[in-house]
């Protein structure tokens, strides 16, 4: 199972042709599409329960929500499916998004709400040494490289940090997020969802660590 040259070609027309005339005309395009898309998520799906627990796997609707935003295009240009690791025992998503030239997997924290966001300020600022060894760790560096990603960062200290901390730098993030990006050619290849799945694998040294800080307090006891 892999995406289809045709499915990628489809998500290059919409781009082009980014109105509801034009959707509804290529419907059935849209459905052999999706329906591509929705079977390598599955399998993806599967193979994440091989050395994960997933609760929830969700395929992103393709209609977009404009009724706040600058773009009015009614369809987002690429398939995304997220990857709901086990509620408050484990915390945290992987997510594998397909569009052309801009394909990416991440997993991590996105956006923590303000108790595990406060949780995780609190183990940096006592002890980063943990996530830094994780961060240089050689599976982690082969495919996320050696940093967390962060879309949404503080310009200063955390209210009640240490601006001048030593890992100010993790301080400063709203979410902890490792990203891989591939070309078409990856995405289009027999081998992509074995890639996909080696590098959900190497994210589980991510995941454990802070799944432990979020199920336990600064003394390492658990909370749950």
Partial sequence: MQFEKSTFQYLKDLHNNNNRDWFAKTKTTYQTAQKNAKEVFSL?????????????????RIYRDVRFSIDKTPYKTHFGNSFSRLGKDLRG???LRIKPGES????GFWEPN?????????????????IRVL?????????????????????????????????????????????????????L???????????????????????????T???????I
């Fill in 44 to 60: 993806i799906h599967n193979e994440l329960q091989s050395h994960d627990e997933i609760e929830k796997s969700k395929m992103m």
């Fill in 93 to 95: 998503s992987y997510f």
């Fill in 104 to 107: 990416f997997l991440a997993g």
């Fill in 114 to 130: 303000k108790e595990d966001l406060y949780r995780i300020r609190k183990e940096i600022e006592l002890d980063a040494s943990d």
């Fill in 135 to 187: 961060l240089e760790n050689d599976d982690h560096q082969k495919y996320f490289g050696n940093k967390f990603e962060s879309f949404n960062e503080l310009k200063t200290a955390p209210r009640g940090f240490d601006k001048n901390h030593p890992d100010i730098d993790l301080l400063r993030k709203k979410g902890f997020i490792s990203i891989r990006k591939f070309t078409d050619l990856e995405v």
């Fill in 189 to 215: 290849s027999k081998n992509f969802t074995h890639e996909v799945y080696e590098s959900y694998k190497a994210l589980r040294p991510f995941f454990d660590l802070f799944s432990e800080i979020l199920t």
């Fill in 217 to 223: 307090n600064l003394n390492g006891e658990t909370i």
